[in-house]
C-alpha cells in the first residue's frame, strides 16, 4: 500500500488549482441513468471514486469516456443491468445514488446496502422511505436493497433528518415522477445545486434547490446535455488548514469561494488573513495560528467533512480548542493518530477539547478514512521531523495528486510505493 512521507516544518508557498468537487461529480455521474442520450462534464477530478462510479456504471451497461483536461462523457443507452453488486458497493458507499436514477427511468433496482465505514453506520433508511412514498415497492434482501416501480409518481417528502446523497436520490428519482414532488427539510449543499442545475440542464423541471425545500415536475424523459462541475470546497479549504499550520502565502486557483462562507469565517478567526476574487483565494499566514473551536452542522454551517483538517490545525494553536461533531457518530478516528504525533486532544462523546501545544513531532501514523489523511498530512506538514502516513488509499478516494500540489507549494513530500 502507497505511503506519504513528509519532511515537516517548511512554510507553503506558490499557487494550486483546486479539482472538481468530489461529492458533486460523484451524482452527477449517476444522472447519467436517466437519459439514453449522452451527457458530457467538465472539471471531473480523477479521484478513486469517480473510477469506482464508473466502473459501477459500467457493469451496468453505461458507456463512459474519460478525455483530455477532465471530461468525461457518457451514455446510457444500452444499460443491461440495473444492479449495484456488493464488491463495488462495499469500496464506497456513494454507490446508493444510482438507485434513484435505475427506479426512475427502468422501473426497477438491486443496490447492496453500503454497510458502514469507518465514521459511522451510515444508513440509508431516508432514502427508502422516500422512495417508497413515490410508490415503489422497496424491500430488503439478502443485503440488497431491491425496488420496483411501474412509474414513481410525485410525493411530498420530510425527511427525519438532513441528508444531502438522500436528497441527491430523491430528486433524481423525481425528475420523471408523474406529478409533483416536494422535498422537505431537504440539504442545502453546494453539490445538490450543481446536481439540480445538470438536472435542470437535461430537461428537468426543478425549483427550490439550494433552500430546504425542493420541488420537482416529472417529465416524460430527459436529453442529454453538458455541464461543469463545481469547483470542491472541502479541497480547498483543506489546502487553506495546509498554510494556517505551516506559515506561508498561497493562491487556489478556479475555487468558489461564496460557497466557503462558513469555512473562511473560521480560518480568519485563527489568524489566516483571506482575500477572495470570483475564482481564487490569497491565504497569507504569519506566526501561530489561534484555537478557534467551532461546531459541525449542515450548509452553510460548518461542513463535517473540514471536521478533521481545522482540528490538526488547533493542535498547534495558542489556546484551547472545544470542537463538536454533530453529523456522524464516529468522526474522531484522526485523535489517536494526531496524539501519536504529541496533540493534546480529550474526546468526551461528540466533543473533543483540543490543547495548543508549541509543535507535534512527526511520527508514522495511519490514515482511517478520507478526511482523517487529510488531517494527518496537515499535521505532517507542519510536525518537527518525518512523518510517514501509511494507507494513503483513503487519502486518493478524494484528493487528485495531493503530494504533487504540495510539492509545488514547496512541501517536502513523496509518495513511496
Ligand atoms: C454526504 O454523505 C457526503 N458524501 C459526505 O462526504 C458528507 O460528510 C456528508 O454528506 C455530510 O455532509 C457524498 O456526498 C458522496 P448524510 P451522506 O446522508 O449523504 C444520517 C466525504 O468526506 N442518515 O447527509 O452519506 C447519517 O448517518 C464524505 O467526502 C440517516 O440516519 O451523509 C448521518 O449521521 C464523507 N439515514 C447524517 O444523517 C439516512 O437515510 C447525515 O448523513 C441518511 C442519513
Known amino acids: 500500500m502507497d505511503r506519504l512521507r ?57 458507456v463512459s469516456q474519460r478525455g483530455p483536461d477532465g471530461r468525461v462523457s457518457l451514455c446510457a443507452a444500452d444499460v443491461h443491468s440495473q444492479e449495484a453488486p456488493y464488491d463495488l458497493v462495499k469500496t464506497m458507499r456513494a454507490s446508493i445514488l444510482v438507485l434513484g436514477p435505475l427506479l426512475a427511468r427502468f422501473g426497477h433496482a438491486r443496490v447492496s446496502l453500503p454497510g458502514g465505514c469507518a465514521i459511522g453506520q451510515r444508513p440509508v433508511d431516508q432514502h427508502i422511505k422516500g422512495l417508497a412514498a413515490m410508490g415503489a415497492q422497496i424491500h430488503i434482501e439478502h443485503g440488497f436493497v431491491v425496488a ?13 433528518m438532513v441528508t444531502v446523497t438522500g436528497t441527491e436520490n430523491l430528486m433524481m428519482a423525481a425528475v420523471l415522477a408523474d406529478g409533483r414532488t416536494t422535498l422537505e427539510n431537504a440539504a442545502c449543499e453546494p453539490e445538490i445545486v450543481d446536481l439540480a442545475e445538470l438536472l435542470i440542464a437535461m430537461g428537468a423541471r426543478i425549483q427550490g434547490h439550494g433552500s430546504d425545500r425542493i420541488i420537482i415536475d416529472g417529465v416524460e424523459r430527459l436529453h442529454g446535455a453538458t455541464h461543469q462541475i463545481i469547483p470542491d470546497r472541502i479541497e480547498a479549504g483543506t489546502f487553506l488548514c495546509a498554510v494556517a499550520a505551516t506559515g506561508g502565502e498561497i493562491t487556489l486557483r478556479q475555487v468558489a469561494p461564496n460557497t466557503m462562507g462558513a469555512i473562511l469565517d473560521k480560518l480568519r478567526e485563527a489568524g489566516l488573513q483571506i482575500e477572495c476574487g470570483p475564482d481564487w483565494i490569497r491565504a497569507t499566514m504569519h506566526g501561530r495560528p489561534r484555537a478557534t473551536g467551532f461546531r459541525t452542522s449542515e450548509y452553510p454551517g460548518f461542513p463535517t467533512d473540514m471536521q478533521a483538517q481545522l482540528m490538526a490545525l488547533n493542535t498547534l494553536a495558542s489556546g484551547t480548542a472545544i470542537i463538536t461533531e454533530n453529523i456522524f457518530e464516529n468522526r ?22 483540543v490543547i495548543g501545544t508549541e509543535s507535534l513531532s512527526g511520527a508514522t501514523v495511519m490514515a482511517t478514512d478520507l478526511r482523517a489523511s487529510a488531517s494527518l498530512v496537515i499535521a505532517g506538514l507542519a510536525a518537527q521531523g518525518e512523518t510517514t502516513v501509511e494507507r494513503i488509499y483513503h487519502l486518493d478516494r478524494g484528493y487528485e495528486r495531493m503530494e504533487a500540489k504540495l510539492q509545488a507549494l514547496g512541501a517536502r513530500i513523496q509518495r513511496i510505493q
Open 6 to 62: 513528509i519532511q515537516g516544518g517548511r512554510p507553503l508557498h506558490g499557487e494550486v488549482t483546486v479539482s472538481g468537487a468530489k461529492n458533486a461529480a460523484l451524482p452527477i455521474l449517476c444522472a447519467s441513468l436517466l437519459t439514453s442520450d449522452t451527457i458530457t462534464l467538465d472539471n471531473v477530478p480523477e479521484l478513486r471514486d469517480i473510477g469506482t462510479t464508473l466502473a459501477l456504471l459500467g457493469r451496468m451497461g453505461v
Open 148 to 160: 420496483h416501480a411501474k412509474r414513481l409518481h410525485g410525493a411530498s417528502i420530510l425527511t427525519d
Open 332 to 353: 474522531y478516528m484522526h485523535v489517536q493518530e494526531l496524539q501519536r504525533m504529541g496533540a493534546e486532544i480529550d474526546i468526551n462523546g461528540h466533543t473533543a477539547i
